[in-house]
């Protein structure tokens, strides 16, 4: 079946340091999400990517998925402390199909 | 828009007891509802996905028989664990698509973190 593999499973940075996070899917993808999990918490939708190549920011957040579209990545710039959480990926197979949850990177910023 | 809510939020009960979670889409009507099983520091598995009004599609691996999910309408659908057994402590956790809607967009709940003594 489908697996979405994420790297680094976990990070550790200092506060306003860059941080990256890469996801790799075994089969092409229609869409890829991404989400923001806080400890204890439930993962909270960050974005969606559609198209091949497409790039999308938010504020510090750089967003990429690939040209075949089996692999994506997210970026933040300057981390903060507020940026702690596990960072998941998931993909569709196709526009009504189920989410794969990559394995997630969790990332911790200390001052 | 789109809010989903779970209830209850946290739970115990004893081994062999059955538990029932609900999932209901507040503000919009869910063609499909999904759930989920995440355990401590993993990844979220998916366990099932309903349609309103038909039977769960479950995972490979996810016994139907003890994961009962009922989508009896349009805005709520229900996991009860029955027999439950140490194993089946995790987070559990619903989302759904919303009709008219892109089918790709899910929203998910605040999850139910269940634990069985």
């Known amino acids: 079946g489908q697996q979405v593999m994420q790297i680094p499973q976990y990070q550790h940075v200092q506060e306003g340091e860059d941080f990256t996070t890469y996801c790799n899917s075994s089969t092409t993808l229609s869409n890829i999400q991404w989400y923001k999990q806080r400890p204890g918490g439930h993962p909270v939708f960050l974005i969606q990517?559609?198209?091949?190549?497409e790039v999308k920011k938010q504020k510090r957040l750089t967003f990429q998925f690939g040209e075949a579209k089996k692999n994506s990545s997210l970026h933040i710039t300057a981390t903060q402390t507020t940026d702690v959480g596990t960072y998941f990926c998931a993909g569709q197979a196709g526009t009504a199909s189920k989410l794969t949850f990559g394995t997630g990177t969790r990332l911790q910023v200390t001052l | 828009g789109a809010v989903v809510s779970q209830h209850p939020s946290w739970v115990i009960c004893k081994s062999g007891t059955s538990v029932k979670i609900e999932c209901r889409s507040l503000?919009?009507?869910?063609?499909?509802m999904f759930w989920y099983r995440q355990f401590p520091k993993q990844s979220l598995m998916l366990m099932a996905t309903?349609?309103?009004?038909?039977?769960?599609?479950?995972e490979q691996g996810v016994e139907k028989d003890k994961f009962l999910i009922n989508h009896a309408s349009l805005t709520l659908s229900t996991l009860t664990v029955t027999s439950a057994h140490p194993e089946d402590s995790s987070f559990y956790i619903c989302s759904a698509s919303r009709e008219g809607g892109f089918s790709y967009e899910q929203y998910f709940g605040p999850g139910t973190r269940l634990t069985v003594t």
């Open positions: 990517l559609v198209k091949s190549g």
């Open positions: 309903s349609n309103e009004g038909s039977k769960a599609t479950y």
């Open positions: 503000d919009f009507q869910a063609t499909t």
